[in-house]
């Protein structure tokens, strides 16, 4: 019988110490995702991305201490759908920055707006992401590369396709594991049947299907997907040239822009391709690479297929370093990682700035445009 209430005894402090221990581990757990929790500013509703960073916040993955939206009927649409506090929303960049400390500010807004955001940012040494891309003239990107070499802040552009695991799987495959040879040809698709006839909002219509704002039509909203993609697979180099053919398929529904185009990047051995429109008969982001001896083809965001001359089979997507913008943007803040060329860093998305421009010029002009 004693024997009995001793192994009882034993079992039940090995129960206690367990429960513990996976309480501690809760504890250090939470306090890391505390501890990489931002405080952000977000500039701009209209942009329906901004849904994104709603729906983080909603998770608890982010705090959102100050909104800056003119627009009072997209300010009440989004305070009802994600309860936000009425003391967070300011009528302009200067006031939240006056009243709030964000670690860092997203910007939502027209693209043509972007340049306007870091010009707040910047000299108070606040670094921004931008949603793709970057800018709409490479004047403006270069300004807003300007200031953030000056102030020393991160000047980042959020991609959706940046977090894509098989994309993140395509470049070690091509630039670590040499898994297809040296790089003969790419191929992206992107785009969806269009922005009204999905849904989108009429507020993001309204400067999405303008050409300032904007700074064109699927060339600029699916295009810079496929430039930015390239620009990262060939490790930071810009193409030679571009050339680019644009069309108005639809001129009824979108009449100041252009709804699909297909833009042509030479580089010195090797050719990508990119096809952005809003004619797809459904939503596509794929990408497809060419080697000297295979294959790959991102699907979509979980499924690469590899071809070799006898073999074609579904390739084992690994979980990428970073799947969230957030997460990404937290480390980059605290310096444990630097983006030098990656997706989302300022050398890359100067570049694809470059091709978006180059792609217009050729398009208006019927020219091969080499870049500078």
């Known amino acids: 019988m004693r024997f009995k209430k001793l192994r009882c005894s034993r079992l039940v402090k090995t129960a206690i110490t367990k429960t513990y221990l996976i309480i501690a581990g809760m504890l250090i ?32 993955e982010v705090k959102i201490i100050g909104i800056v939206e003119s627009d009072n009927q997209l300010v009440a649409r989004y305070k009802d759908r994600y309860q936000l506090p009425e003391g967070i929303f300011f009528k302009s960049i200067a006031e939240m920055l006056e009243r709030t400390k964000p670690d860092a500010v997203l910007a939502y807004n027209p693209i ?81 049947q269009g922005p009204k006839e999905i849904g989108c909002s009429a507020e993001f219509l309204s400067w999405l299907t303008d050409p300032i704002k904007n700074g064109g ?65 459904f939503g596509i982001k794929d990408f497809e690479v060419f080697g000297t001896t295979g294959y ?37 803040l605290s310096g444990k990682i630097k983006p030098a060329d990656d997706l989302s860093s300022l050398n890359n998305n100067l570049i694809v700035v470059k091709i978006l421009e180059a792609a217009r010029q050729s398009a208006k002009e019927g020219r091969r445009v080499v870049l500078k």
């Not at 403006?140 to 994309?167: C, F, G, K, V």
């Open 112 to 192: 043509v707006e972007h340049l306007a955001v870091v010009e707040a940012c910047a000299p108070k040494g606040i670094s921004v992401m931008v949603e793709k891309p970057l800018a709409t003239t490479v004047k403006d990107a270069e300004r807003m590369a300007a200031l953030a070499r000056q102030y020393d802040i991160h000047l980042l552009t959020n991609y959706e396709t940046t977090w894509y695991p098989s994309n993140q799987q395509v470049n070690v495959m091509v630039n670590e594991q040499q898994a297809i040879g040296k790089i003969r040809k790419m191929v992206v698709h992107d785009g969806h």
């Open 296 to 332: 790959l083809h991102a699907q979509n965001s979980n499924t690469l297929r590899e071809r070799k001359k006898d073999t074609y089979e579904i390739v084992e997507v690994n979980q990428p370093s970073y799947s969230s913008n957030l997460v990404y943007l937290a480390d980059v």
């Open 29 to 60: 757990i939470n306090s890391v995702l505390q501890a990489q929790q931002l405080n952000v500013g977000v500039v701009g509703l209209s942009h329906d991305h901004a849904h994104g960073i709603m729906n983080q916040f909603k998770k608890g």
């Open 217 to 281: 039509g699927a060339l600029t909203d699916f295009g810079c997907y496929g430039a930015n993609l390239m620009t990262w697979l060939m490790k930071g180099k810009a193409p030679v040239a571009v050339t680019a053919v644009t069309r108005q398929i639809k001129p009824h529904i979108y009449p100041k822009v252009d709804d699909d185009a297909t833009i042509l990047l030479e580089y010195e051995d090797a050719t990508g391709i990119v096809e952005a429109s809003w004619n797809w008969p």
